[in-house]
């Protein structure tokens, strides 16, 4: 029955969307009669596939009500950085087809990614839907995060790691974004190094890359900062081949007192 509903290209297109949302609707319910109460969608993990870091896209998901009652929706979100904009239906009918439609925002996100959209009942039920999906960051960090140890504010650190394209085969741009800039600075060097099967970077290598020097300004405290004793700061740098990338470091540690 699935495969019908993916092949109708014939039918003219009122028809076919008409068919193709009773075709799935029916069908989810056939393949769900044993489940408890749920709506069920079909992939059942949404394949979002290689997406460019920064990019954005407007995702659709389909499905159906595969229960014997009326589903009410109160919300929709996402579980997760970077979705918005969520469309939803308030009411669907026993065996109706659902549409949930929103829009990701890939900034701030590399590699693997499963994001988790939600959405809530009137009577407090939640119903959720599973993606996958792998973000392409046009820029590789040897390291990505690092310990400033038992730090008290306005203290100086210093650490050194590299960076190079993920293909190897230009040297990167990087710089400071605005905000990082304002507790801390960088040194950039141009190198070539090369990489270890247990990926140690080493220098004298055949990957152009760039040695970074991050330094502190001395790291304030502020805000949220001062209730809690754990210290972390997002370093975020910007390329001006790159524009819509978002790389970035962690810094890790604990306040003193």
């Given at each position: 029955?699935?495969?019908?509903?993916?092949?109708?290209?014939?039918a003219?297109?009122?028809?076919r969307?008409?068919?193709?949302s009773?075709?799935?609707?029916?069908s989810?319910?056939?393949m769900?009669?044993?489940?408890?109460d749920?709506?069920?969608?079909v992939?059942d993990?949404?394949?979002?596939g290689?997406?460019?870091?920064?990019?954005?896209?407007?995702?659709?998901l389909?499905?159906?009500?595969?229960?014997?009652?009326?589903?009410?929706?109160?919300n929709?979100?996402g579980q997760?950085?970077?979705?918005?904009?969520f469309?939803?239906?308030?009411?669907?009918?026993?065996?109706?087809?659902?549409?949930?439609?929103?829009?990701?925002?890939?900034?701030?996100?590399?590699?693997?990614?499963n994001?988790?959209?939600?959405?809530?009942?009137?009577?407090?039920?939640?119903?959720?839907?599973?993606l996958?999906g792998?973000?392409v960051a046009?820029?590789?960090?040897?390291?990505?995060?690092?310990?400033?140890?038992y730090y008290k504010?306005?203290?100086?650190?210093?650490?050194?790691?590299?960076?190079?394209?993920?293909?190897?085969?230009?040297?990167?741009?990087l710089?400071?974004?605005d905000?990082?800039?304002?507790?801390f600075?960088?040194k950039?060097?141009?190198v070539?190094v090369k990489?270890?099967?247990?990926?140690?970077?080493?220098?004298?290598?055949?990957?152009p890359?760039?040695?970074?020097?991050?330094?502190?300004?001395g790291?304030?405290?502020t805000?949220w900062?001062l209730?809690?004793?754990?210290?972390r700061?997002i370093?975020?740098?910007k390329?001006?081949k790159?524009?819509?990338a978002?790389?970035?470091v962690?810094?890790?540690g604990?306040w003193?007192?």
């Amino acid at each position: 029955m699935l495969k019908s509903f993916f092949s109708m290209r014939e039918a003219p297109t009122a028809v076919r969307s008409a068919i193709s949302s009773a075709v799935l609707a029916s069908s989810l319910a056939v393949m769900s009669f044993a489940q408890e109460d749920a709506i069920r969608f079909v992939p059942d993990v949404y394949p979002i596939g290689y997406v460019e870091q920064g990019s954005t896209k407007h995702i659709v998901l389909k499905g159906a009500n595969v229960t014997k009652s009326e589903i009410v929706l109160e919300n929709s979100f996402g579980q997760g950085i970077g979705m918005s904009n969520f469309k939803f239906p308030t009411k669907i009918a026993p065996n109706a087809p659902v549409t949930i439609e929103f829009d990701m925002d890939f900034s701030g996100m590399d590699g693997q990614i499963n994001p988790v959209v939600v959405m809530v009942g009137t009577d407090g039920k939640p119903y959720t839907a599973k993606l996958d999906g792998f973000v392409v960051a046009p820029i590789f960090f040897g390291e990505k995060m690092f310990d400033a140890g038992y730090y008290k504010a306005n203290e100086k650190r210093e650490w050194t790691f590299y960076v190079w394209e993920t293909d190897k085969k230009e040297r990167p741009d990087l710089s400071l974004s605005d905000e990082a800039a304002k507790e801390f600075s960088m040194k950039a060097k141009n190198v070539m190094v090369k990489v270890d099967e247990k990926g140690k970077v080493t220098e004298g290598g055949k990957i152009p890359a760039q040695k970074i020097t991050l330094s502190t300004k001395g790291m304030t405290r502020t805000g949220w900062e001062l209730k809690q004793k754990s210290l972390r700061k997002i370093v975020g740098f910007k390329s001006k081949k790159y524009p819509k990338a978002t790389p970035e470091v962690l810094i890790v540690g604990y306040w003193k007192d």
